[in-house]
Antibody, heavy 117, light 107 residues
Framework: QVQLQQWGAGLLKPSDTLSLTCAVS????????WTWIRQPPGEGLEWIGD???????NYNPSLKSRVTISVDTSKNQFSLHLTSLTAADTAVYYC???????????WGQGTLVTVSS | DIQMTQSPSSLSASVGDRVTITCRAS??????LAWFQQKPGKVPKLLIY???TLQLGVPSRFSGSGSGTEFTLTITNLQPEDVATYYC?????????FGQGTKVEIK
């Protein structure tokens, strides 16, 4: 049973850096791309980016200058860092397992990140 | 980058109705198209991948079709538990863009 468990700070101030980590258990860590997706309150899903187990990354062009996704294969974990936060970054952030077979088939529980002074 | 546009943005239908949601891509691509269901306050759930393959455990009243630039999600015999927002996503290459969502309600 594949499970993704995510954690990180939920309340941040403008100009802070968001840091979230997602731990993967119950399945292989290789052969997939590990994904971050966010959803502002009342809005739709936005793909942030992804990383393979070997560290190859892809980012949403609209966020690329502020985003870093990293991987720790020794712990089967991957992380999201988003800098220079503004209120527009307030959202529920999800981690997910992706593949070219079935897109995002397993998701984390979501973390609400609020950016407010 | 390829843009994904869903229509309609919302719909209201009766229990037992057939519902169709369309997802159009700004450029054609092979069938790396997924559909997700998100119920209020819940994590999105994968319904269909490769445009038409039903994810394990998803009821057979859900089906997907299409290729190139136009894809559809069909719900036959709409049930009260199908009230949700549905999203398409292209996942063949980055950016793996989502459509803006279609909210389905019961009349």
């Amino acid at each position: 049973q594949v499970q993704l468990q995510q954690w990180g700070a939920g309340l941040l101030k403008p100009s802070d850096t968001l840091s979230l980590t997602c731990a993967v258990s119950g399945g292989s860590f290789s052969g997939y791309y590990w994904t971050w997706i966010r959803q502002p309150p009342g809005e739709g899903l936005e793909w942030i980016g992804d990383i393979t187990h070997s560290g190859s990354t892809n980012y949403n062009p609209s966020l690329k200058s502020r985003v870093t996704i990293s991987v720790d294969t020794s712990k089967n974990q991957f992380s999201l860092h988003l800098t220079s936060l503004t209120a527009a970054d307030t959202a529920v952030y999800y981690c997910a397992r992706g593949s070219l077979v079935a897109s995002a088939d397993y998701w984390g529980q979501g973390t609400l990140v609020t950016v407010s002074s | 980058d390829i843009q994904m546009t869903q229509s309609p943005s919302s719909l209201s239908a009766s229990v037992g109705d057939r519902v169709t949601i369309t997802c159009r891509a700004s450029q054609g691509f092979y069938n790396y198209l997924a559909w997700f269901q998100q119920k209020p306050g819940k994590v999105p759930k994968l319904l269909i991948y490769s445009a038409s393959t039903l994810q394990l455990g998803v009821p057979s009243r859900f089906s997907g079709s299409g290729s190139g630039t136009e894809f559809t999600l069909t719900i036959t015999n709409l049930q009260p538990e199908d009230v949700a927002t549905y999203y398409c996503q292209k996942y063949n290459s980055a950016p793996r863009t989502f459509g803006q969502g279609t909210k389905v309600e019961i009349k």
